[in-house]
């Protein structure tokens, strides 16, 4: 038992601590701004994402700012795949959960409610980086996102009776589009 012990305790960290002990962990940050073009105008999109990024595996957290026909808040996982070790060519994914921004209400006879309730948003696409320095980059990246989002409203119509009906009209929309980015990318290691 207690040689079992000592090599527990003794010889495995040895081991272990003689291998390559260059960590590849760092801390990654995004800045973009891009176009979203589909059925409707080209409109802005702002994002910010930060995390971790280990060996060629980025995982991390974001939010933005998106303008395509409903202005929206997206709150998303972002992840990321380097194909080589340079860190130029990547694939990405953000995928999230839509905050609906102010919108125009527009009430007409009888209308009680103009509400705007978000739901799923995606990104997901490729990309290149051009490094500058050992801690910055340049990216160009093109992919397709979506964003779900239902509009409400509520109409009161009175009877003759006096009793009062209340209709729910839900128009829900699933806005996709293809999406242009132009990123910042800076980070504690290269």
Known sequence: ?????FWF??????ITNAQDTTRNIGFYTTLSVGLAAGESNAEPVYQLSTGFLFQRFY??????????????????A?????????????VYANIGYDLIGKQEKRFTFNQTADDYIGGFYFDAGMGYRF?????????????YSGKDLVNEKRYLFAWQGG????????????????????????????
């Open 78 to 90: 972002d992840l990321r795949y380097d194909f080589d070790r340079r860190k130029s060519a990547f």
């Open 131 to 143: 490094a500058i320095g050992h801690h910055n980059g340049i990216a160009f990246s093109a992919g």
């Open 59 to 76: 995982a991390g957290a974001g939010i933005g700012i998106d303008r395509y026909k409903f202005r929206t808040y997206p709150l998303f």
């Open 9 to 14: 305790l003794v010889v495995c960290p040895a």
């Open 1 to 5: 038992m207690k040689k079992l012990l």
């Open 163 to 190: 009793d009062c009906d209340e209709q729910v009209v839900r128009n829900r929309y699933k806005l996709t589009r293809v999406l242009m980015k132009l990123s910042w990318q800076f980070n504690s290691r290269r």
